[in-house]
C-alpha cells in the first residue's frame, strides 16, 4: 500500500509540476498559421498489422462494397510512415512499452508506463497538449486504466497498478473518459468490484463535476461537459457480440467525444481514442472480430475525417497501431495433412474472405459456450450452429475436448486459438501466433503537421515528432 501511495504522489506530484509552470512556458493557443494542430485525433488500432488493415480493407472492398477511411481517406490524401514497435528489452513489445514510446518519445521496458529504460520520466505528447490548454479526451474499448491510455497521461512502472491511474486520472481531470473498468471504480463492498478499498470512484468523479454515462442510451442523451463512460465490468464487447442497444461501439464513443471537445473551446482538443478488441480478437485467433472491430474504429476515424473536412487547416489525425497481434495473413496451405503433393494445395481466394460474414459470434463467445469441460456432442453442436460450412479437423475437435495445446505459440485460450486454426483451416487466413510479434505497423497522418510522419522510424521516434509538433517545435 506503501508502494502504490508513492507512485499516486509521484503522478500528483508530475502534474503539480505541469500545472504551476510559469506563465512564460504556457504555450499561446494553437492556430494553424503556428503550424500546430488546434484539434488532434489519435486513433490507436491496438494489435493491428498491415495484414489486419488489408484483410479489413477487402472485406470492405469485396463483401461491402464500402470504402475503407483509413486508407482510401487518410493514407490516400494525407502521409504515410512505417514504424518499428519493439521495446527496449524485448523484440516483441506490450501495450505499456509501446505507448510509452508513441506517447513519450524514450524506449521502454514491457509493463513500464509512462516511464522510460534509462529511468527518466518523459513528458508525454498529452501532457504537452494540457499545458496548451487543451481539452483531453481518452477513449478505449479496454477498461479505461490499461495501458495504452494510461500512457499517454500517466508515469507508473507497472501497468496493473490500476488505482495508481484511476487516481492520477482523478486529478489530472480529461474532460472525456470512456472505455471499460467499471469494476475497479466501485467500492469493495459492491457487487461487481474489484477494488481494494471502499473508495466509491464514480462517486468522486461526478462530485467533481462530471456526468456519468453507463449505457449507450444515456451517453447520447444531450448534454456538455465533463463525461465519465464506464460501459463494461472489464473489456467492452466485440462487434459480433455486442448489445447494440445498450453498449456504445467505439464509433458511438467517439461521435459523444467530439461533440464533448468541441462545445464552446476556443483552444483546442487533443483526443485519444482506441480500439483494444482488435489486440483482443488477435489474442485468440479470431480474425471475424478482427475484421468487424477494425470496420467499427474505420468508421470512428470517418467522424474525424468529416470533423477534418470542416476544420482542415486546425485539425490533425493520426491513425497507428502500438505492436502487430497474431502474426496474421492469407496464404497458402494444406487442405489436409495426408499429403503434400499439388492437388492437395489451396490458396485463399475471395470465397474464403467471404466465407468470414457467416461468423455470428466471436471466439471467445464460442469458447464460453462450450465452457472449461466441453464435450465432443457440444463441439459439434457449436460448429452446427455458429460454423455453418466450416470443417473441424478431428485432431482439432480431440484437442479442444482434452484441452491440449496444438502448437507452441498458440496457448492464451486453448479453445478459442484451435476454433481460430479450424477458421484457418476453412479460409487459408493462418495465424502464427497467439501473442505479440515485432513486424513494422503503418501510420497514416492526415491535416497539420502530417508530411512529419512520413518515412521509416521507431516508435520513440514518433513520440518525438509528435511532441514537438504539440510544443510547436519546427523541426523532427
Ligand atoms: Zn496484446
Redesign the pocket.
Known amino acids: 500500500m506503501r508502494r502504490l501511495l508513492r507512485y499516486v504522489g509521484f503522478c500528483k506530484n508530475l502534474l503539480f509540476i505541469v500545472l504551476l509552470l510559469p506563465a512564460s512556458s504556457v504555450q499561446s493557443q494553437p492556430r494553424a498559421e503556428s503550424g500546430i494542430p488546434k484539434y488532434v485525433f489519435f486513433f490507436l488500432s491496438?494489435?493491428a498489422g498491415m495484414a489486419h488493415l488489408e484483410i479489413a480493407r477487402q472485406y470492405n472492398l469485396q463483401v461491402r462494397n464500402e470504402d475503407f477511411v483509413i486508407v482510401d481517406k487518410i493514407m490516400k490524401q494525407g502521409s504515410v510512415g512505417v514504424m518499428t514497435t519493439h521495446a527496449a528489452d524485448s523484440l516483441s513489445t506490450?501495450?505499456a512499452a509501446a505507448a510509452t514510446a508513441l506517447a513519450g518519445g524514450c524506449k521502454a521496458n514491457l509493463g513500464a508506463l509512462g516511464m522510460c529504460a534509462d529511468g527518466t520520466t518523459p513528458i508525454s505528447a498529452m501532457e504537452l497538449a494540457r499545458r496548451r490548454g487543451m481539452r483531453l479526451g481518452l477513449v478505449t474499448t479496454a477498461p479505461v486504466y490499461d495501458a495504452s491510455p494510461a500512457a499517454f497521461v500517466c508515469h507508473v512502472p507497472n501497468r496493473r497498478d490500476y488505482s495508481a491511474i484511476i487516481d492520477h486520472y482523478f486529478d489530472l481531470a480529461p474532460y472525456v473518459l470512456m472505455g471499460g473498468g467499471k469494476e475497479q471504480f466501485l467500492p469493495k463492498s459492491q457487487l461487481g468490484s474489484r477494488r481494494i478499498d471502499e473508495t466509491d470512484m464514480i462517486a468522486a468523479f461526478v462530485k467533481k463535476g462530471y456526468r456519468f454515462a453507463d449505457t449507450k442510451e444515456e451517453l447520447e442523451r444531450p448534454s456538455s461537459g465533463k463525461l465519465l463512460g464506464l460501459f463494461a465490468p472489464i473489456y467492452m464487447s466485440f462487434e459480433l457480440d455486442r448489445d447494440k442497444n445498450r453498449e456504445p461501439s467505439v464509433y458511438d464513443m467517439t461521435r459523444a467525444t467530439i461533440r464533448l471537445l468541441h462545445d464552446q473551446n476556443p483552444r483546442g482538443f487533443f483526443a485519444f481514442i482506441e480500439s483494444e478488441n482488435i489486440?483482443?480478437a488477435?489474442?485468440i485467433s479470431d480474425i471475424a472480430s478482427v475484421i468487424h472491430d477494425y470496420r467499427e474504429f474505420d468508421r470512428a476515424v470517418g467522424l474525424a475525417y468529416d470533423f477534418y473536412r470542416k476544420y482542415p487547416r486546425d485539425t490533425l489525425i493520426i491513425v497507428t497501431s502500438d505492436?502487430e497481434?497474431g502474426g496474421l495473413g492469407f496464404t497458402q496451405a494444406l487442405k489436409d495433412l495426408t499429403s503434400t503433393k499439388a492437388s492437395n494445395q489451396v490458396a485463399g481466394t475471395s470465397a474464403d474472405l467471404k466465407k468470414l460474414q457467416f461468423l455470428d459470434i466471436s471466439l471467445k463467445k464460442a469458447a464460453q459456450i462450450l465452457g472449461p469441460h466441453p464435450s465432443a456432442d457440444a463441439v459439434d453442436k457449436l460448429m452446427r450452429e455458429h460454423f455453418p460450412g466450416f470443417v473441424l479437423a478431428p485432431e482439432f475437435k480431440e484437442a479442444i475436448v482434452k484441452r491440449q495445446p496444438v502448437s507452441r505459440t498458440m496457448f492464451l485460450d486453448l479453445t478459442a486459438n484451435t476454433l481460430g486454426l479450424m477458421v484457418a483451416n476453412n479460409t487459408q487466413a493462418y495465424w502464427q501466433t497467439a501473442?505479440?510479434t515485432n513486424q513494422p505497423v503503418l501510420v497514416a497522418a492526415l491535416g497539420v503537421g502530417a508530411e512529419r510522419f512520413r518515412g521509416y522510424y521507431d516508435n520513440a521516434d514518433f513520440g518525438r515528432i509528435l511532441k514537438n509538433l504539440i510544443a510547436g517545435k519546427p523541426t523532427k
Open positions: 491496438d494489435g506490450d501495450s489486440d483482443s488477435a489474442h505492436h497481434t501473442t505479440h
